[in-house]
């Protein structure tokens, strides 16, 4: 038991930082992160004997923790967004290239943007599309990753990670407008 | 023709994250973007979407608080957890031969590994060989390793498994309000039988109990103690060791010298368990 519980430390805390980051951008509290957190390891020392050793013990600790967030802590809060992945395909799939100023991702534009802009533009997507965001180009992780941790297949993690940062452009191309960054000709 | 539309969206997509094309296929799709002024605008969107987050999100430190609330409630479940397999293996009463001998090699084995890697249990004083063993023992039935023979509620069968398994002194068991005995078991050092029993309070504390006649302190080699110690003891000291999540006592009574390991309160212990043991008259 010893051994396990050293084990445990040694697999699994590294990634707290991961989680953690995780965590608050799905929730967007801090003290929901924590209670979320918490929750994530005690469930993973619960069941670390079941961790099928030389496997990723980071997507595991993923999955405990979106595990936990759609039962326990979503269940307590609100019902997620629904997404007609339909409706979210037809209208970011047509944006065409006539309706958007390339010279704008030439552009410094977004620099222009503060932290916080950009941070609220991201965690106004759609859940599913916020996940696959931010596994993958704030967490680092790979499609193959991603498609264990949400149980879909790669294809869809990429279908919607192509969306995501589609719709993220709308949003602060929109949001980079207002603020008078972009100057329509 | 949508789906090919998307297929070569989605692909491009891969190509700026560098997954799940063939050198072949992104040379294709580099092509694409290079011929299409839309393909392009494709790419140049995800491209720069992924830089900007990537580069502009920033990621939060996980507050200290937190890290240590995390230890400390897993390193506690992991000795609850430990507690309760001994308990849930006295409950279920497994007693199997195979395990006596079992217990005689590890505390063997483990006497001789304390001896040749002279692992200082208390910085100074030299190896008590009871206490090493008393100390292993003790980690053992919390780890759930060591399981009891005899599954005991109180101090009668205690007694009489010890007489009936070949304990060949008299044996010192005290019943206590506010610990249970819960099991027991014999074990055999160079050929004598010699007597180790547990108490668990409500909260699941144990107090490991290791006793043997005070000639085997000088009689046989594996429960030896050091001159000083056995010094100490005979002159009715109780020398007691203290580490981060338990203690031991070594002390004596009438004829038989004991080993007490705890995780529970040492100063309770000392005031109503040793006390008690030692102005009692149980025999």
């Not at chain 2, 203690?247 to 000392?270: G, M, Q, Y």
């Amino acid at each position: 038991m010893d051994n396990l519980y050293k084990e445990f430390e040694k697999e699994a805390l590294p990634h707290i930082d991961a989680l953690y980051n995780f965590a608050l951008k799905m929730t967007g509290s801090s003290d929901d992160a924590d209670d979320l957190v918490q929750e994530t390891y005690l469930k993973a020392f619960r069941f670390f004997d079941k961790f099928e050793r030389g496997t990723n013990c980071k997507a595991w600790m993923f999955r405990i923790l979106k595990n936990s967030f759609i039962n326990d802590y979503r269940k307590n809060t609100k019902e997620p967004d629904k997404v007609d992945y339909d409706d979210v395909s037809n209208f970011y799939e047509n944006i065409k290239s006539s309706d958007i100023k390339t010279d704008h991702l030439q552009e410094d534009v977004y620099a222009k943007l503060m932290d916080d802009d950009i941070a609220a533009s991201l965690n106004n997507l759609p859940e599913d599309f916020r996940t696959v965001i931010i596994l993958s180009d704030v967490e680092g992780f790979t499609y193959e990753e991603i498609a264990d941790f949400i149980d879909c297949p790669i294809g869809t993690v990429r279908s919607r990670l192509h969306r995501a940062r589609k719709m993220l452009y709308t949003k602060l191309f929109s949001y980079a407008k207002d603020k008078g960054f972009i100057n329509e000709k | 023709m949508m789906e090919d539309k998307n297929k070569i969206l989605y692909d491009i997509t891969s190509y700026v994250d560098k997954e799940a094309l063939t050198e072949k296929e992104r040379q294709y799709v580099k092509k694409q973007i290079d011929e299409s002024p839309e393909l392009q605008l494709e790419y140049n969107i995800q491209k720069s979407m992924k830089n900007l987050v990537s580069a502009r999100i920033t990621r939060a430190k996980t507050p200290a608080y937190l890290i240590d609330n995390i230890v400390s409630k897993t390193s506690d479940t992991s000795k609850r957890t430990k507690q309760q397999s001994f308990i849930n293996g006295i409950k279920e009463f497994l007693f199997t031969p195979k395990y006596a001998l079992g217990i005689a090699s590890i505390l063997i084995l483990l006497t001789i590994a304390y001896s040749v890697f002279n692992i200082p249990p208390d910085g100074g004083i030299k190896t008590p060989n009871l206490f090493v063993q008393a100390e292993n023992n003790f980690a053992s039935i919390i780890a759930g390793d060591l399981k009891p023979q005899k599954l005991c509620s109180n101090a009668g069968e205690v007694k009489e498994f010890f007489r009936s398994a070949g304990v060949a002194y008299a044996t010192i068991v005290p019943e206590f309000k506010e610990w249970n005995i819960i099991g027991a078991v014999v074990s055999d050092e160079q050929g004598q039988k010699l007597a180790h029993h547990v108490y668990s309070d409500d909260s699941g504390k144990l107090i490991y109990v290791y006793q043997v006649n005070k000639a085997h302190l000088t009689s046989n080699k594996l429960v030896e103690l050091s001159p000083e110690i056995y010094d100490n003891l005979m002159s009715n000291n109780v020398v007691k060791f203290e580490a981060h999540d338990h203690s031991t006592f070594l002390f004596r009574h009438v004829e038989n010298v004991f080993a007490l390991v705890t995780n529970d309160d040492d100063t309770k212990i000392e005031k109503r368990f040793i006390e008690n043991l030692i102005n009692s008259n149980t025999i």
